[in-house]
């Protein structure tokens, strides 16, 4: 019954790149590890070049119509597509033009039984890439970095992370950062004064009611003060699924 248990809650992350080198080390540490371990997820770094063609497996090209910088072919990545997709899986493209990631994403991820995630490079990728393979793109944020595989390793940590029987106490998921619209109340632990600095005597008092009040009002007043756009909704949106039109 415990089998048939993690069976159910596995989930397949597939993570195509032209660096898989970058991501084995995160991999073997901290929950991404425990995840594969517990049998949780399988999660792999592919290698786009594996699906060039030709016998110098090009992957990249100058840009139609000038400019600088190199171009991510599109062969390789619908080859890859073609031999790794399956009905239920999500394609994802990681794009700096994409909805901006965030826990709303995560939960939703959580739920997909395989997501194939696509790490761009060089100048961009080809943009028949996202009109015809792919389900939705993703960003991180309003910041540029080499290459798409720490990203896709972000997405990827935090999607798992929320599996049942990944984290040590499910309920530190649910209490988290962004879980319930707000930023996370403030933790201490021992000792009680350091250099003068104490905790706070209400986590000290034993009063399990008083205390869960003071964290529901500490959460809200950090939101206000931190991250007001959480509180009005304005914020990151979670991606809209579309479905590919090729």
Do not use: C
Not at 17 to 22: G, I, K, N, R
Not at 88 to 104: M, N
Not at 212 to 220: G, I, L, V
Request: glycine content about 10%; hydrophobic content about 40%.
């Amino acid at each position: 019954m415990e089998r048939r248990s993690v069976s159910h809650e596995n989930v397949q992350i597939d993570i195509l790149t032209l660096f898989p080198a970058m991501g084995e080390g995160l991999l073997n540490e901290s929950m991404l590890r425990i995840a594969r371990e517990k049998g949780l997820a399988s999660i792999r770094l592919r290698n786009l070049r594996d699906w060039a063609p030709g016998k110098h497996r090009v992957t990249d090209e100058p840009p139609y119509g000038g400019g600088a910088g190199m171009v991510l072919k599109v062969e390789p990545v619908a080859l890859a597509l073609e031999e790794l997709r399956q009905p239920a899986s999500r394609v994802i493209l990681l794009s700096a033009q994409g909805r901006r990631f965030d826990q709303a994403a995560a939960r939703r991820l959580a739920g997909e039984k395989h997501l194939i995630m696509i790490s761009g490079h060089y100048e961009g990728i080809d943009q028949r890439v996202a009109d015809h393979l792919v389900d939705e793109e993703i960003s991180l944020g309003d910041y540029i970095l080499t290459n798409g595989t720490l990203p896709a390793l972000v997405v990827a940590d935090a999607v798992v992370r929320l599996l049942p029987g990944v984290l040590g106490d499910e309920q530190s998921a649910a209490d988290e950062s962004f879980s319930h619209g707000l930023l996370e109340y403030p933790h201490y632990t021992r000792p009680a004064e350091f250099r003068g600095w104490k905790v706070p005597d209400i986590l000290l008092s034993g009063n399990h009611a008083a205390i869960e009040a003071w964290r529901r009002e500490q959460a809200r007043d950090r939101t206000r003060d931190r991250r007001p756009d959480l509180g009005s909704g304005s914020g990151a949106a979670s991606p809209a699924p579309r479905p590919p039109t090729g």
